[in-house]
């Protein structure tokens, strides 16, 4: 009895062939990836340091960059001179960090001291702002987030990303975006093409090359 109880465990081990096709997909898309992680690695600008833009109220931009995108207030300089105009000045610069130590950041001046902050465009093509996150569940979370706040949101499936599009306190178009679960492979076949399509819609030939817009969800 006490030699079966010594007995060593039976370790079971299975094996699993894919077919060909399978196999030299797994290998393209290793390779896709490779190639995408050796061209990020030679590009000598890292990432954004920061994005900025005026703000007339600072409290609001506050709430919804901290409250609604639990984005942290990280920094918040006290200026006195306009390095622009070379005048003395007072503004605040604030900066609210991201993930991967960037931020956006915002100019508020004191009353009088500069004229009103341009308007923001209006139209996401003219100018937004796009801040990454992991999965599609994310994006979905955050466009709740959204809702719950009372800001009105815009879904858009691209094909390689999914995004939720809203505004902030200053106007300025915010997306909250991901690459889809089989965005690289198409990334990186887009990579491959990319200065011939554009050569291609120069020359006048608009066809559309995106397949995959609006494929991620069926």
Excluded at 17 to 24: G, N
Excluded at 27 to 53: F, K, P, S, Y
Excluded at 146 to 156: K, Q
Aim: aromatic fraction near 10%; proline fraction near 5%.
């Amino acid at each position: 009895m006490q030699a079966d109880q010594e007995r060593a465990p039976i370790s079971i081990v299975y094996y699993c062939v894919f077919p060909k096709e399978i196999s030299v997909e797994i290998d393209q898309q290793q390779e896709m990836i490779t190639a995408r992680a050796a061209r990020l690695a030679n590009n000598r600008i890292r990432g954004w340091h920061h994005h900025a833009v005026r703000t007339r109220d600072m409290v609001a931009t506050r709430r919804f960059y901290e409250e609604v995108l639990q984005l942290p207030l990280v920094g918040t300089w006290v200026e006195r001179f306009d390095v622009i105009k070379q005048t003395p000045s007072n503004y605040v610069h604030c900066f609210f960090e991201l993930g991967d130590g960037s931020a956006l950041a915002f100019f508020q001046f004191q009353e009088g001291m500069r004229d009103e902050p341009m308007p923001m465009p209006k139209d996401p093509y003219e100018h937004h702002v796009a801040l990454g996150v992991d999965s599609i569940e994310m994006v979905d979370w955050f466009r709740k987030r959204l809702e719950e706040s009372g800001a009105s949101i815009l879904m858009v499936d691209h094909g390689y990303c999914y995004s939720c599009y809203t505004q902030d306190p200053n106007g300025m178009i915010v997306e909250i975006s991901t690459i889809v679960p089989n965005g690289i492979p198409i990334l990186e076949t887009a990579e491959k093409t990319a200065a011939v399509d554009l050569a291609r819609w120069l020359d006048g030939i608009r066809a559309s090359n995106n397949r995959w817009r609006g494929t991620t969800k069926t």
